[in-house]
Structures are given as structure tokens and as C-alpha cells.
């Protein structure tokens, strides 16, 4: 403990050094990595939609498990129980996955309210456990005019609040009623090409950080509240 000489606010009981030893699962996971992907429009043809689910075929082409999550009749956060049946099957999917994909029309400068919506009725805990945090995440936009990179910048800072992995590369889809054919497929573009990036880097992301979720969100200030917290039970116990 002589490294901490010079940090005398530290607990050396709670100190802990990262090292690449830490980093090697004991028990990696042999199923599919599980991707859980949002949409943000409830439009007959949505392109958020569309793209979606070029998303999924994508991840799983690559071996991926994908699910959508489709929000129609999701209530407004706080406007129906937790109880509530799509609210507890949204939960769940988030629950199941160990990454997820993210994807809005930008509307009036920003990410719509039913995007907003789902990931409002995604809780930041669930008494000790925190659904979100250390999953992979990432995220899209379609536009309905020339490219803007604002939904996906807000859906950054929700990833980030939400203790995510957030991967660096995202997808901008300009002009998107241009760029799927009849069958509501993808037509072939550099538009088309990114999305298969940002899946690519999504599944190795995942697959990376998966089986180390566990040490990667372990922190100091959270194992000090919990050694508190433990401690003040004792005490009260043994009153």
C-alpha cells in the first residue's frame, strides 16, 4: 500500500488497481450476443422502423439475437403503472439484452417523444441492480431532409447517463424516403454501408465487454457507499 501514502482520503481496504488479469473472463458466454433495438416513430411506414429492422437482420447475419421492441400503446412515463403490459415487456427486453441499438427521426431539432418515451420508462435501478449499465449501445437517425447528427447526439447523452457503452461509430440517414425501395427494404448506398459499420462495431463491442460488465462498472465511490451502508447495519444490529 506504499503507492497510497500520498492519498490520504483513500480506504486502502477499497482500493483497487485495474489489471489485464482482471480483464480475462473466467467463464466466457456461449450464446448469442442479445441485441435489444428501439424505434422512435409510430407512422405506417417509418423509417426509423425500416432502418431498424435492416439493423437487426444485420446483427444477425452476424450472429447476433435480435429483438424490437415495437412502442405502440407504451403509456406516457408516469401516466400507468410500471405494471403496465408493455411497459413490463419493455423492461424485461432490457433486462434480456447485454446491448442495444437505438434509432430516431429527428423532429424539430431533436429526437421524438416516443423515442424519449422508451427510454424514459427504462429504470436507472432496480434496487441494487442497474438494467443499463455496462451494455453496449448504438445509435441512428433518420432524417427527413439533409443529414443532422442532433437526435443521435441527445441519444449519446441518455447512453451516458444510463452508464452505457456507447460505441464511436453512429449512423445518419439523410433524406431517408429515398433511400428504401418498394419492399421497404435498404437500396444499396454509403448510407447502407455505415449501418453495416456501426453493426459490425456493435457486435465486437459487445463481445468484447460482455463477460467483464461486472468489473468494468465496479467503482471506488459505489463500493465505499456500500461498505457504509453495510457498516451501519452492523452497528444498529449489535445496539
Not at 442479445?34 to 447475419?61: K, P
Not at 411497459?87 to 431539432?109: F, I, K
Not at 431532409?145 to 451516458?160: I, K, M
Request: hydrophobic share 40%; glycine share 6%.
Amino acid at each position: 500500500m506504499d503507492a497510497l501514502h500520498d492519498l490520504p482520503n483513500i480506504d486502502p481496504a477499497l482500493w483497487a488497481v485495474p489489471s489485464p488479469a482482471a480483464l480475462q473472463p473466467v467463464a466466457p458466454a456461449r450464446h448469442a450476443p442479445r441485441f435489444l433495438l428501439l424505434y422512435g416513430s409510430l407512422r405506417e411506414r417509418s423509417f426509423s422502423r425500416l432502418l431498424t429492422q435492416e439493423a437487426a437482420r444485420l446483427l444477425e447475419a452476424m450472429g447476433g439475437e435480435a429483438r424490437i421492441f415495437d412502442p405502440t400503446g407504451l403509456p406516457l412515463p408516469d401516466g400507468a403503472p410500471h405494471t403496465h403490459p408493455k411497459v413490463a415487456e419493455l423492461r424485461e427486453l432490457v433486462r434480456w439484452a447485454e446491448g442495444m441499438v437505438w434509432c430516431s427521426p429527428e423532429r424539430h431539432g431533436a429526437m421524438t417523444g416516443i423515442m424519449k418515451a422508451q427510454i424514459d420508462w427504462i429504470p436507472l435501478s432496480e434496487g441494487a441492480v442497474r438494467p443499463t449499465q455496462g451494455k453496449t449501445l448504438a445509435v441512428m437517425q433518420v432524417c427527413g431532409g439533409s443529414q443532422s447528427f442532433n437526435a443521435v447526439n441527445q441519444l449519446r447523452v441518455l447512453g451516458r447517463w444510463m452508464r452505457m457503452l456507447t460505441i464511436p461509430n453512429q449512423s445518419s440517414v439523410a433524406k431517408a424516403f429515398l433511400e428504401f425501395d418498394e419492399a421497404d427494404r435498404m437500396k444499396p448506398s454509403p448510407y447502407y454501408d455505415r449501418v453495416v459499420d456501426v453493426m459490425e462495431e456493435l457486435v465486437k463491442f459487445t463481445l468484447l465487454t460482455r463477460d467483464l460488465t461486472p468489473h468494468l462498472v465496479d467503482r471506488y465511490s459505489e463500493r465505499k457507499e456500500s461498505a457504509q451502508a453495510l457498516m451501519a447495519r452492523v452497528n444498529q444490529r449489535s445496539l
